[in-house]
């Protein structure tokens, strides 16, 4: 289920026909309710309001003990139309959505490539790698074999605080893409044999 402010919509209704069932749409609230595992997948800038509508009596009913993978990175335009981190008081974006999903396993992934990337990957050379962060050992372990589906070689990069890294990183990829105009990239870890 895919969840919208405005579940109505003329680009929902044309991804509901091209997805066929059991592809569904409604409300944050009621996709929040509905999954067993959630992506949050929201403007960087508005995801807490965003989380606010997913469970807007702070129950935390819909999220508690879920594993949800947060694909966010906060970015917004400057004034020259460069684009920019937006400054966070919890340090990043993933901090922000553990702290208002306590109750949930929050997973910081797939920020660092474009959506066309995320799932089945296809480049060139050794298996696509892909970082993952968060608290919850059992949490990542599930999200590194989703990950191993979708065809990544996944990276544990630690806590949720690792996100102060892997959100920047969106950043770079971006600026580089925006200014080669190729948006088919992804980072890689080498290590040489020691
Ligand atoms: N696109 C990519 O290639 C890519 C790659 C990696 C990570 N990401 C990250 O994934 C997230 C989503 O990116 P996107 O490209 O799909 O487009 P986007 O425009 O950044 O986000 C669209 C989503 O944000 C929601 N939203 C926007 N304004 C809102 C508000 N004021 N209150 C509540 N919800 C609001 C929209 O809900 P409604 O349906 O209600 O409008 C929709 O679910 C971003 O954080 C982005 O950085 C994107």
Not at 147 to 173: N, T, V
């Amino acid at each position: 289920m895919l969840g919208s402010r405005d579940p109505a919509k003329p680009a929902i209704m044309t991804w509901l026909e091209k997805s066929g069932a059991p592809a569904g749409a409604g409300t944050f609230a009621e996709a929040a309710q509905f999954g067993e595992l959630i992506f949050v997948a929201t403007r960087g800038t508005a995801t807490e309001q965003a989380l606010q509508l997913a469970d807007p009596d702070n129950s935390a009913e819909s999220f508690s003990g879920k594993v949800v993978i947060d694909v966010t990175n906060p970015l917004k335009m400057n004034s020259e139309m460069q684009m920019i981190l937006a400054p966070l008081p919890d340090g990043s974006l993933g901090e922000a959505v553990q702290r208002v999903l306590a109750s949930a396993r929050v997973v910081k992934t797939l920020n660092t490539v474009n959506s066309a990337h995320m799932v089945q990957p296809q480049f060139p050379g050794a298996r696509p790698q892909m970082f993952l962060c968060g608290n919850d050992g059992d949490a990542k372990g599930i999200v590194a074999d989703i990950l191993r589906s979708f065809g990544w070689d996944p990276i544990d990069a630690g806590k949720i605080d690792a996100a102060r890294m892997l959100e920047p990183l969106s950043l770079l990829g971006i600026r580089l893409a925006m200014a080669s105009g190729n948006w088919n990239y992804l980072f890689r870890l080498e290590y040489k044999p020691t």
